[in-house]
């Protein structure tokens, strides 16, 4: 074929093609290796021989020692690969396979990552200590130490919440009625003072401790110097601007009542505290037995207090245990904390962006729940008189008796989330399952047994009988968004929680604060207080439903979170 362009000229001097200068090898016999010892030939690998000087692409020395194709499908000569295509596969499978080890994390996890591998299941030990066999100072299994942290919590509450109901029963036996409805505006001012001051720290610290390591006393005792001195503060300046609740508190001194009920309330704000730190080093059933001896104390000063100073009494009764059970047990917590911290690692504290985060809304939501807890019966007082007022604070003590015991229930899942954030969906689901089983048939115990216990204190209290029983179903509806809300703290879903709890109790208030009543005089006990009870039963029941079909009440995956 003739050339399809011109021909390139070659320069005078350039050599052409064929072999370069050297010695010339017999055909058949290959190119000469340099890497063979004496410089033996090399194999040609199957080529068929190829004249001297003529030209092809595997006329270079170094280009006719590569393999060829069929080399490499057969195995032979001397630069075939060191392994073939599917041993290669293998291998790459073989390392895909190998388990890998997540690295420990502490708080929240964010989008897109991964949860730890679950621990290694261990025998189980024989630990008489906790309940159902779990160990008495916090160790053992998971779901073994999420009954017993659960089933303390319940106790301390059922203790106090117990304690008080009996307590206003007994001021109701030996004091008029109207004395008690004095006593109840002190016991709601400084449990609400106390209940808004906490800031959510509680919770916060469940969720914390766990992960605090020698940390740890720093982290509790910072947040507890934080909660007494505000709850102080609150209730000096509640004290001024209510001045009738001082003068209750120090039989009509001013001055003395002022100083009980500062006091009081700086100390109550830490009490609760005080048990959500001993869950969380370990120790549960410590905070049962404190909360058990402060509702005897309190009972039987009451009683010795009771026939002399009527509303003083019941007053005191809270104030004295209050005062002697937080110096006490504030030095226990100092060296269980101690204890806790010395055992663990270097620990990590939650940083002020993710505390603010968490506890901004949940603290804001937490006065909102003190409002709901204690404000509803100043309501009442102010608007249906002390005696009536006095009726509904009883049947109200029995509603937060349950709702309280519920709460604490629901509130060690944050606690039991931090241990092992693995299991979140799974211990929801047991916590769930186990509040229903043990809370429902309590509310139907209390409707049916409202009117005997009521009729204990005479015909005025037991007209209040109807009432309770409708508080029982509002309470009904209450726990499915008591569940709500202690997932939404476990996951840190702070801004879901605040949302939830703040919503619910303006419905309460609102309703509580304006719904019409009947006038003074033309109606019975129980119905006046009736559309009261109504309000919260609309309310919680609302909310019930809110949280089922309004897509923006669901609960958010944690991974949607912000930390």
Known sequence: MSPVGPAHARGTGTPGPGPGPGPTHTPGTGPRDPRRPGGRPGPRHGLAPEPAGTSGPRADPATRALPTARDVETGTGDDVPTHRLPVAHARTRAMAEQRTEYLPAVGLRGPGEQPPLPPTPQPPRADPGGADGGSGDGDGDGP??????????????????????????????IMPQEEVGKASEFVSAFMLIGGAA???????????????????????????????????????????????????????????????????????????????????????????????????????????????????????????????????????????????????????????????????????????????????????????????GAVFFICWQATTVVDLAATFFTNSL???????????????????????????????????????????LGEGYAAGAPALAVLMVGLLFRLLVVFELARRQADGDGMGYAKIQLLNTALVLVFAGFVPLPEAGTASVSMTMMPMVLAYVVSQLLCALALRFVPAWRRRPPSEVKT
């Open 144 to 173: 073994k130490n999420s009954s017993a942290d659960g089933l303390a919590l319940t106790l301390c509450s059922g203790f106090g919440s117990v304690a008080g109901l009996v307590g206003v029963l007994i001021a109701a036996r």
């Open 414 to 456: 944050a606690v039991q989330t931090a241990r092992e954030p693995h299991r979140a969906e799974e211990l929801a689901r047991v916590a769930r399952r186990r509040m229903l089983l043990l809370f429902v048939p309590v509310l139907g115990i209390g409707a049916a047994l409202g009117y005997p216990v009521l009729m204990l």
């Open 198 to 388: 906490q800031l959510n720290l509680g919770i916060g610290l469940m969720r914390w401790l766990p992960g605090a390591g020698r940390l740890s006393t720093r982290l509790a005792f910072g947040s507890l110097l934080l909660i007494m001195p505000l709850s102080g503060l609150l209730g000096l300046i509640y004290g001024v601007i209510v001045p009738r609740i001082a003068e209750t508190a120090g039989g009509g001194n001013y001055w003395l009542g002022l100083g009980i009920l500062v006091l009081t309330c700086a100390g109550w704000a830490v009490f609760v505290v005080h048990d959500f730190i001993m869950v969380a080093v370990g120790r549960p059933w410590n905070a049962v037995v404190r909360n058990g001896t402060f509702a005897v104390a309190r009972i039987v000063l009451l009683v010795l207090l009771g026939t002399s100073l009527a509303a003083e009494a019941l007053v005191l009764s809270w104030a004295i245990p209050i005062m002697i059970w937080i110096a006490a047990g504030t030095i226990a917590i100092w060296f269980m904390v101690r204890r806790f911290a010395a055992s663990g690692g270097p620990g990590r504290l939650p940083t002020r962006t993710e505390a603010v985060a968490f506890l901004a809304p949940t603290a804001l939501a937490q006065v909102g729940n003190a409002l709901l807890y204690n404000q509803v019966p100043l309501f009442a007082n102010l608007r249906m008189g002390n005696e009536v």
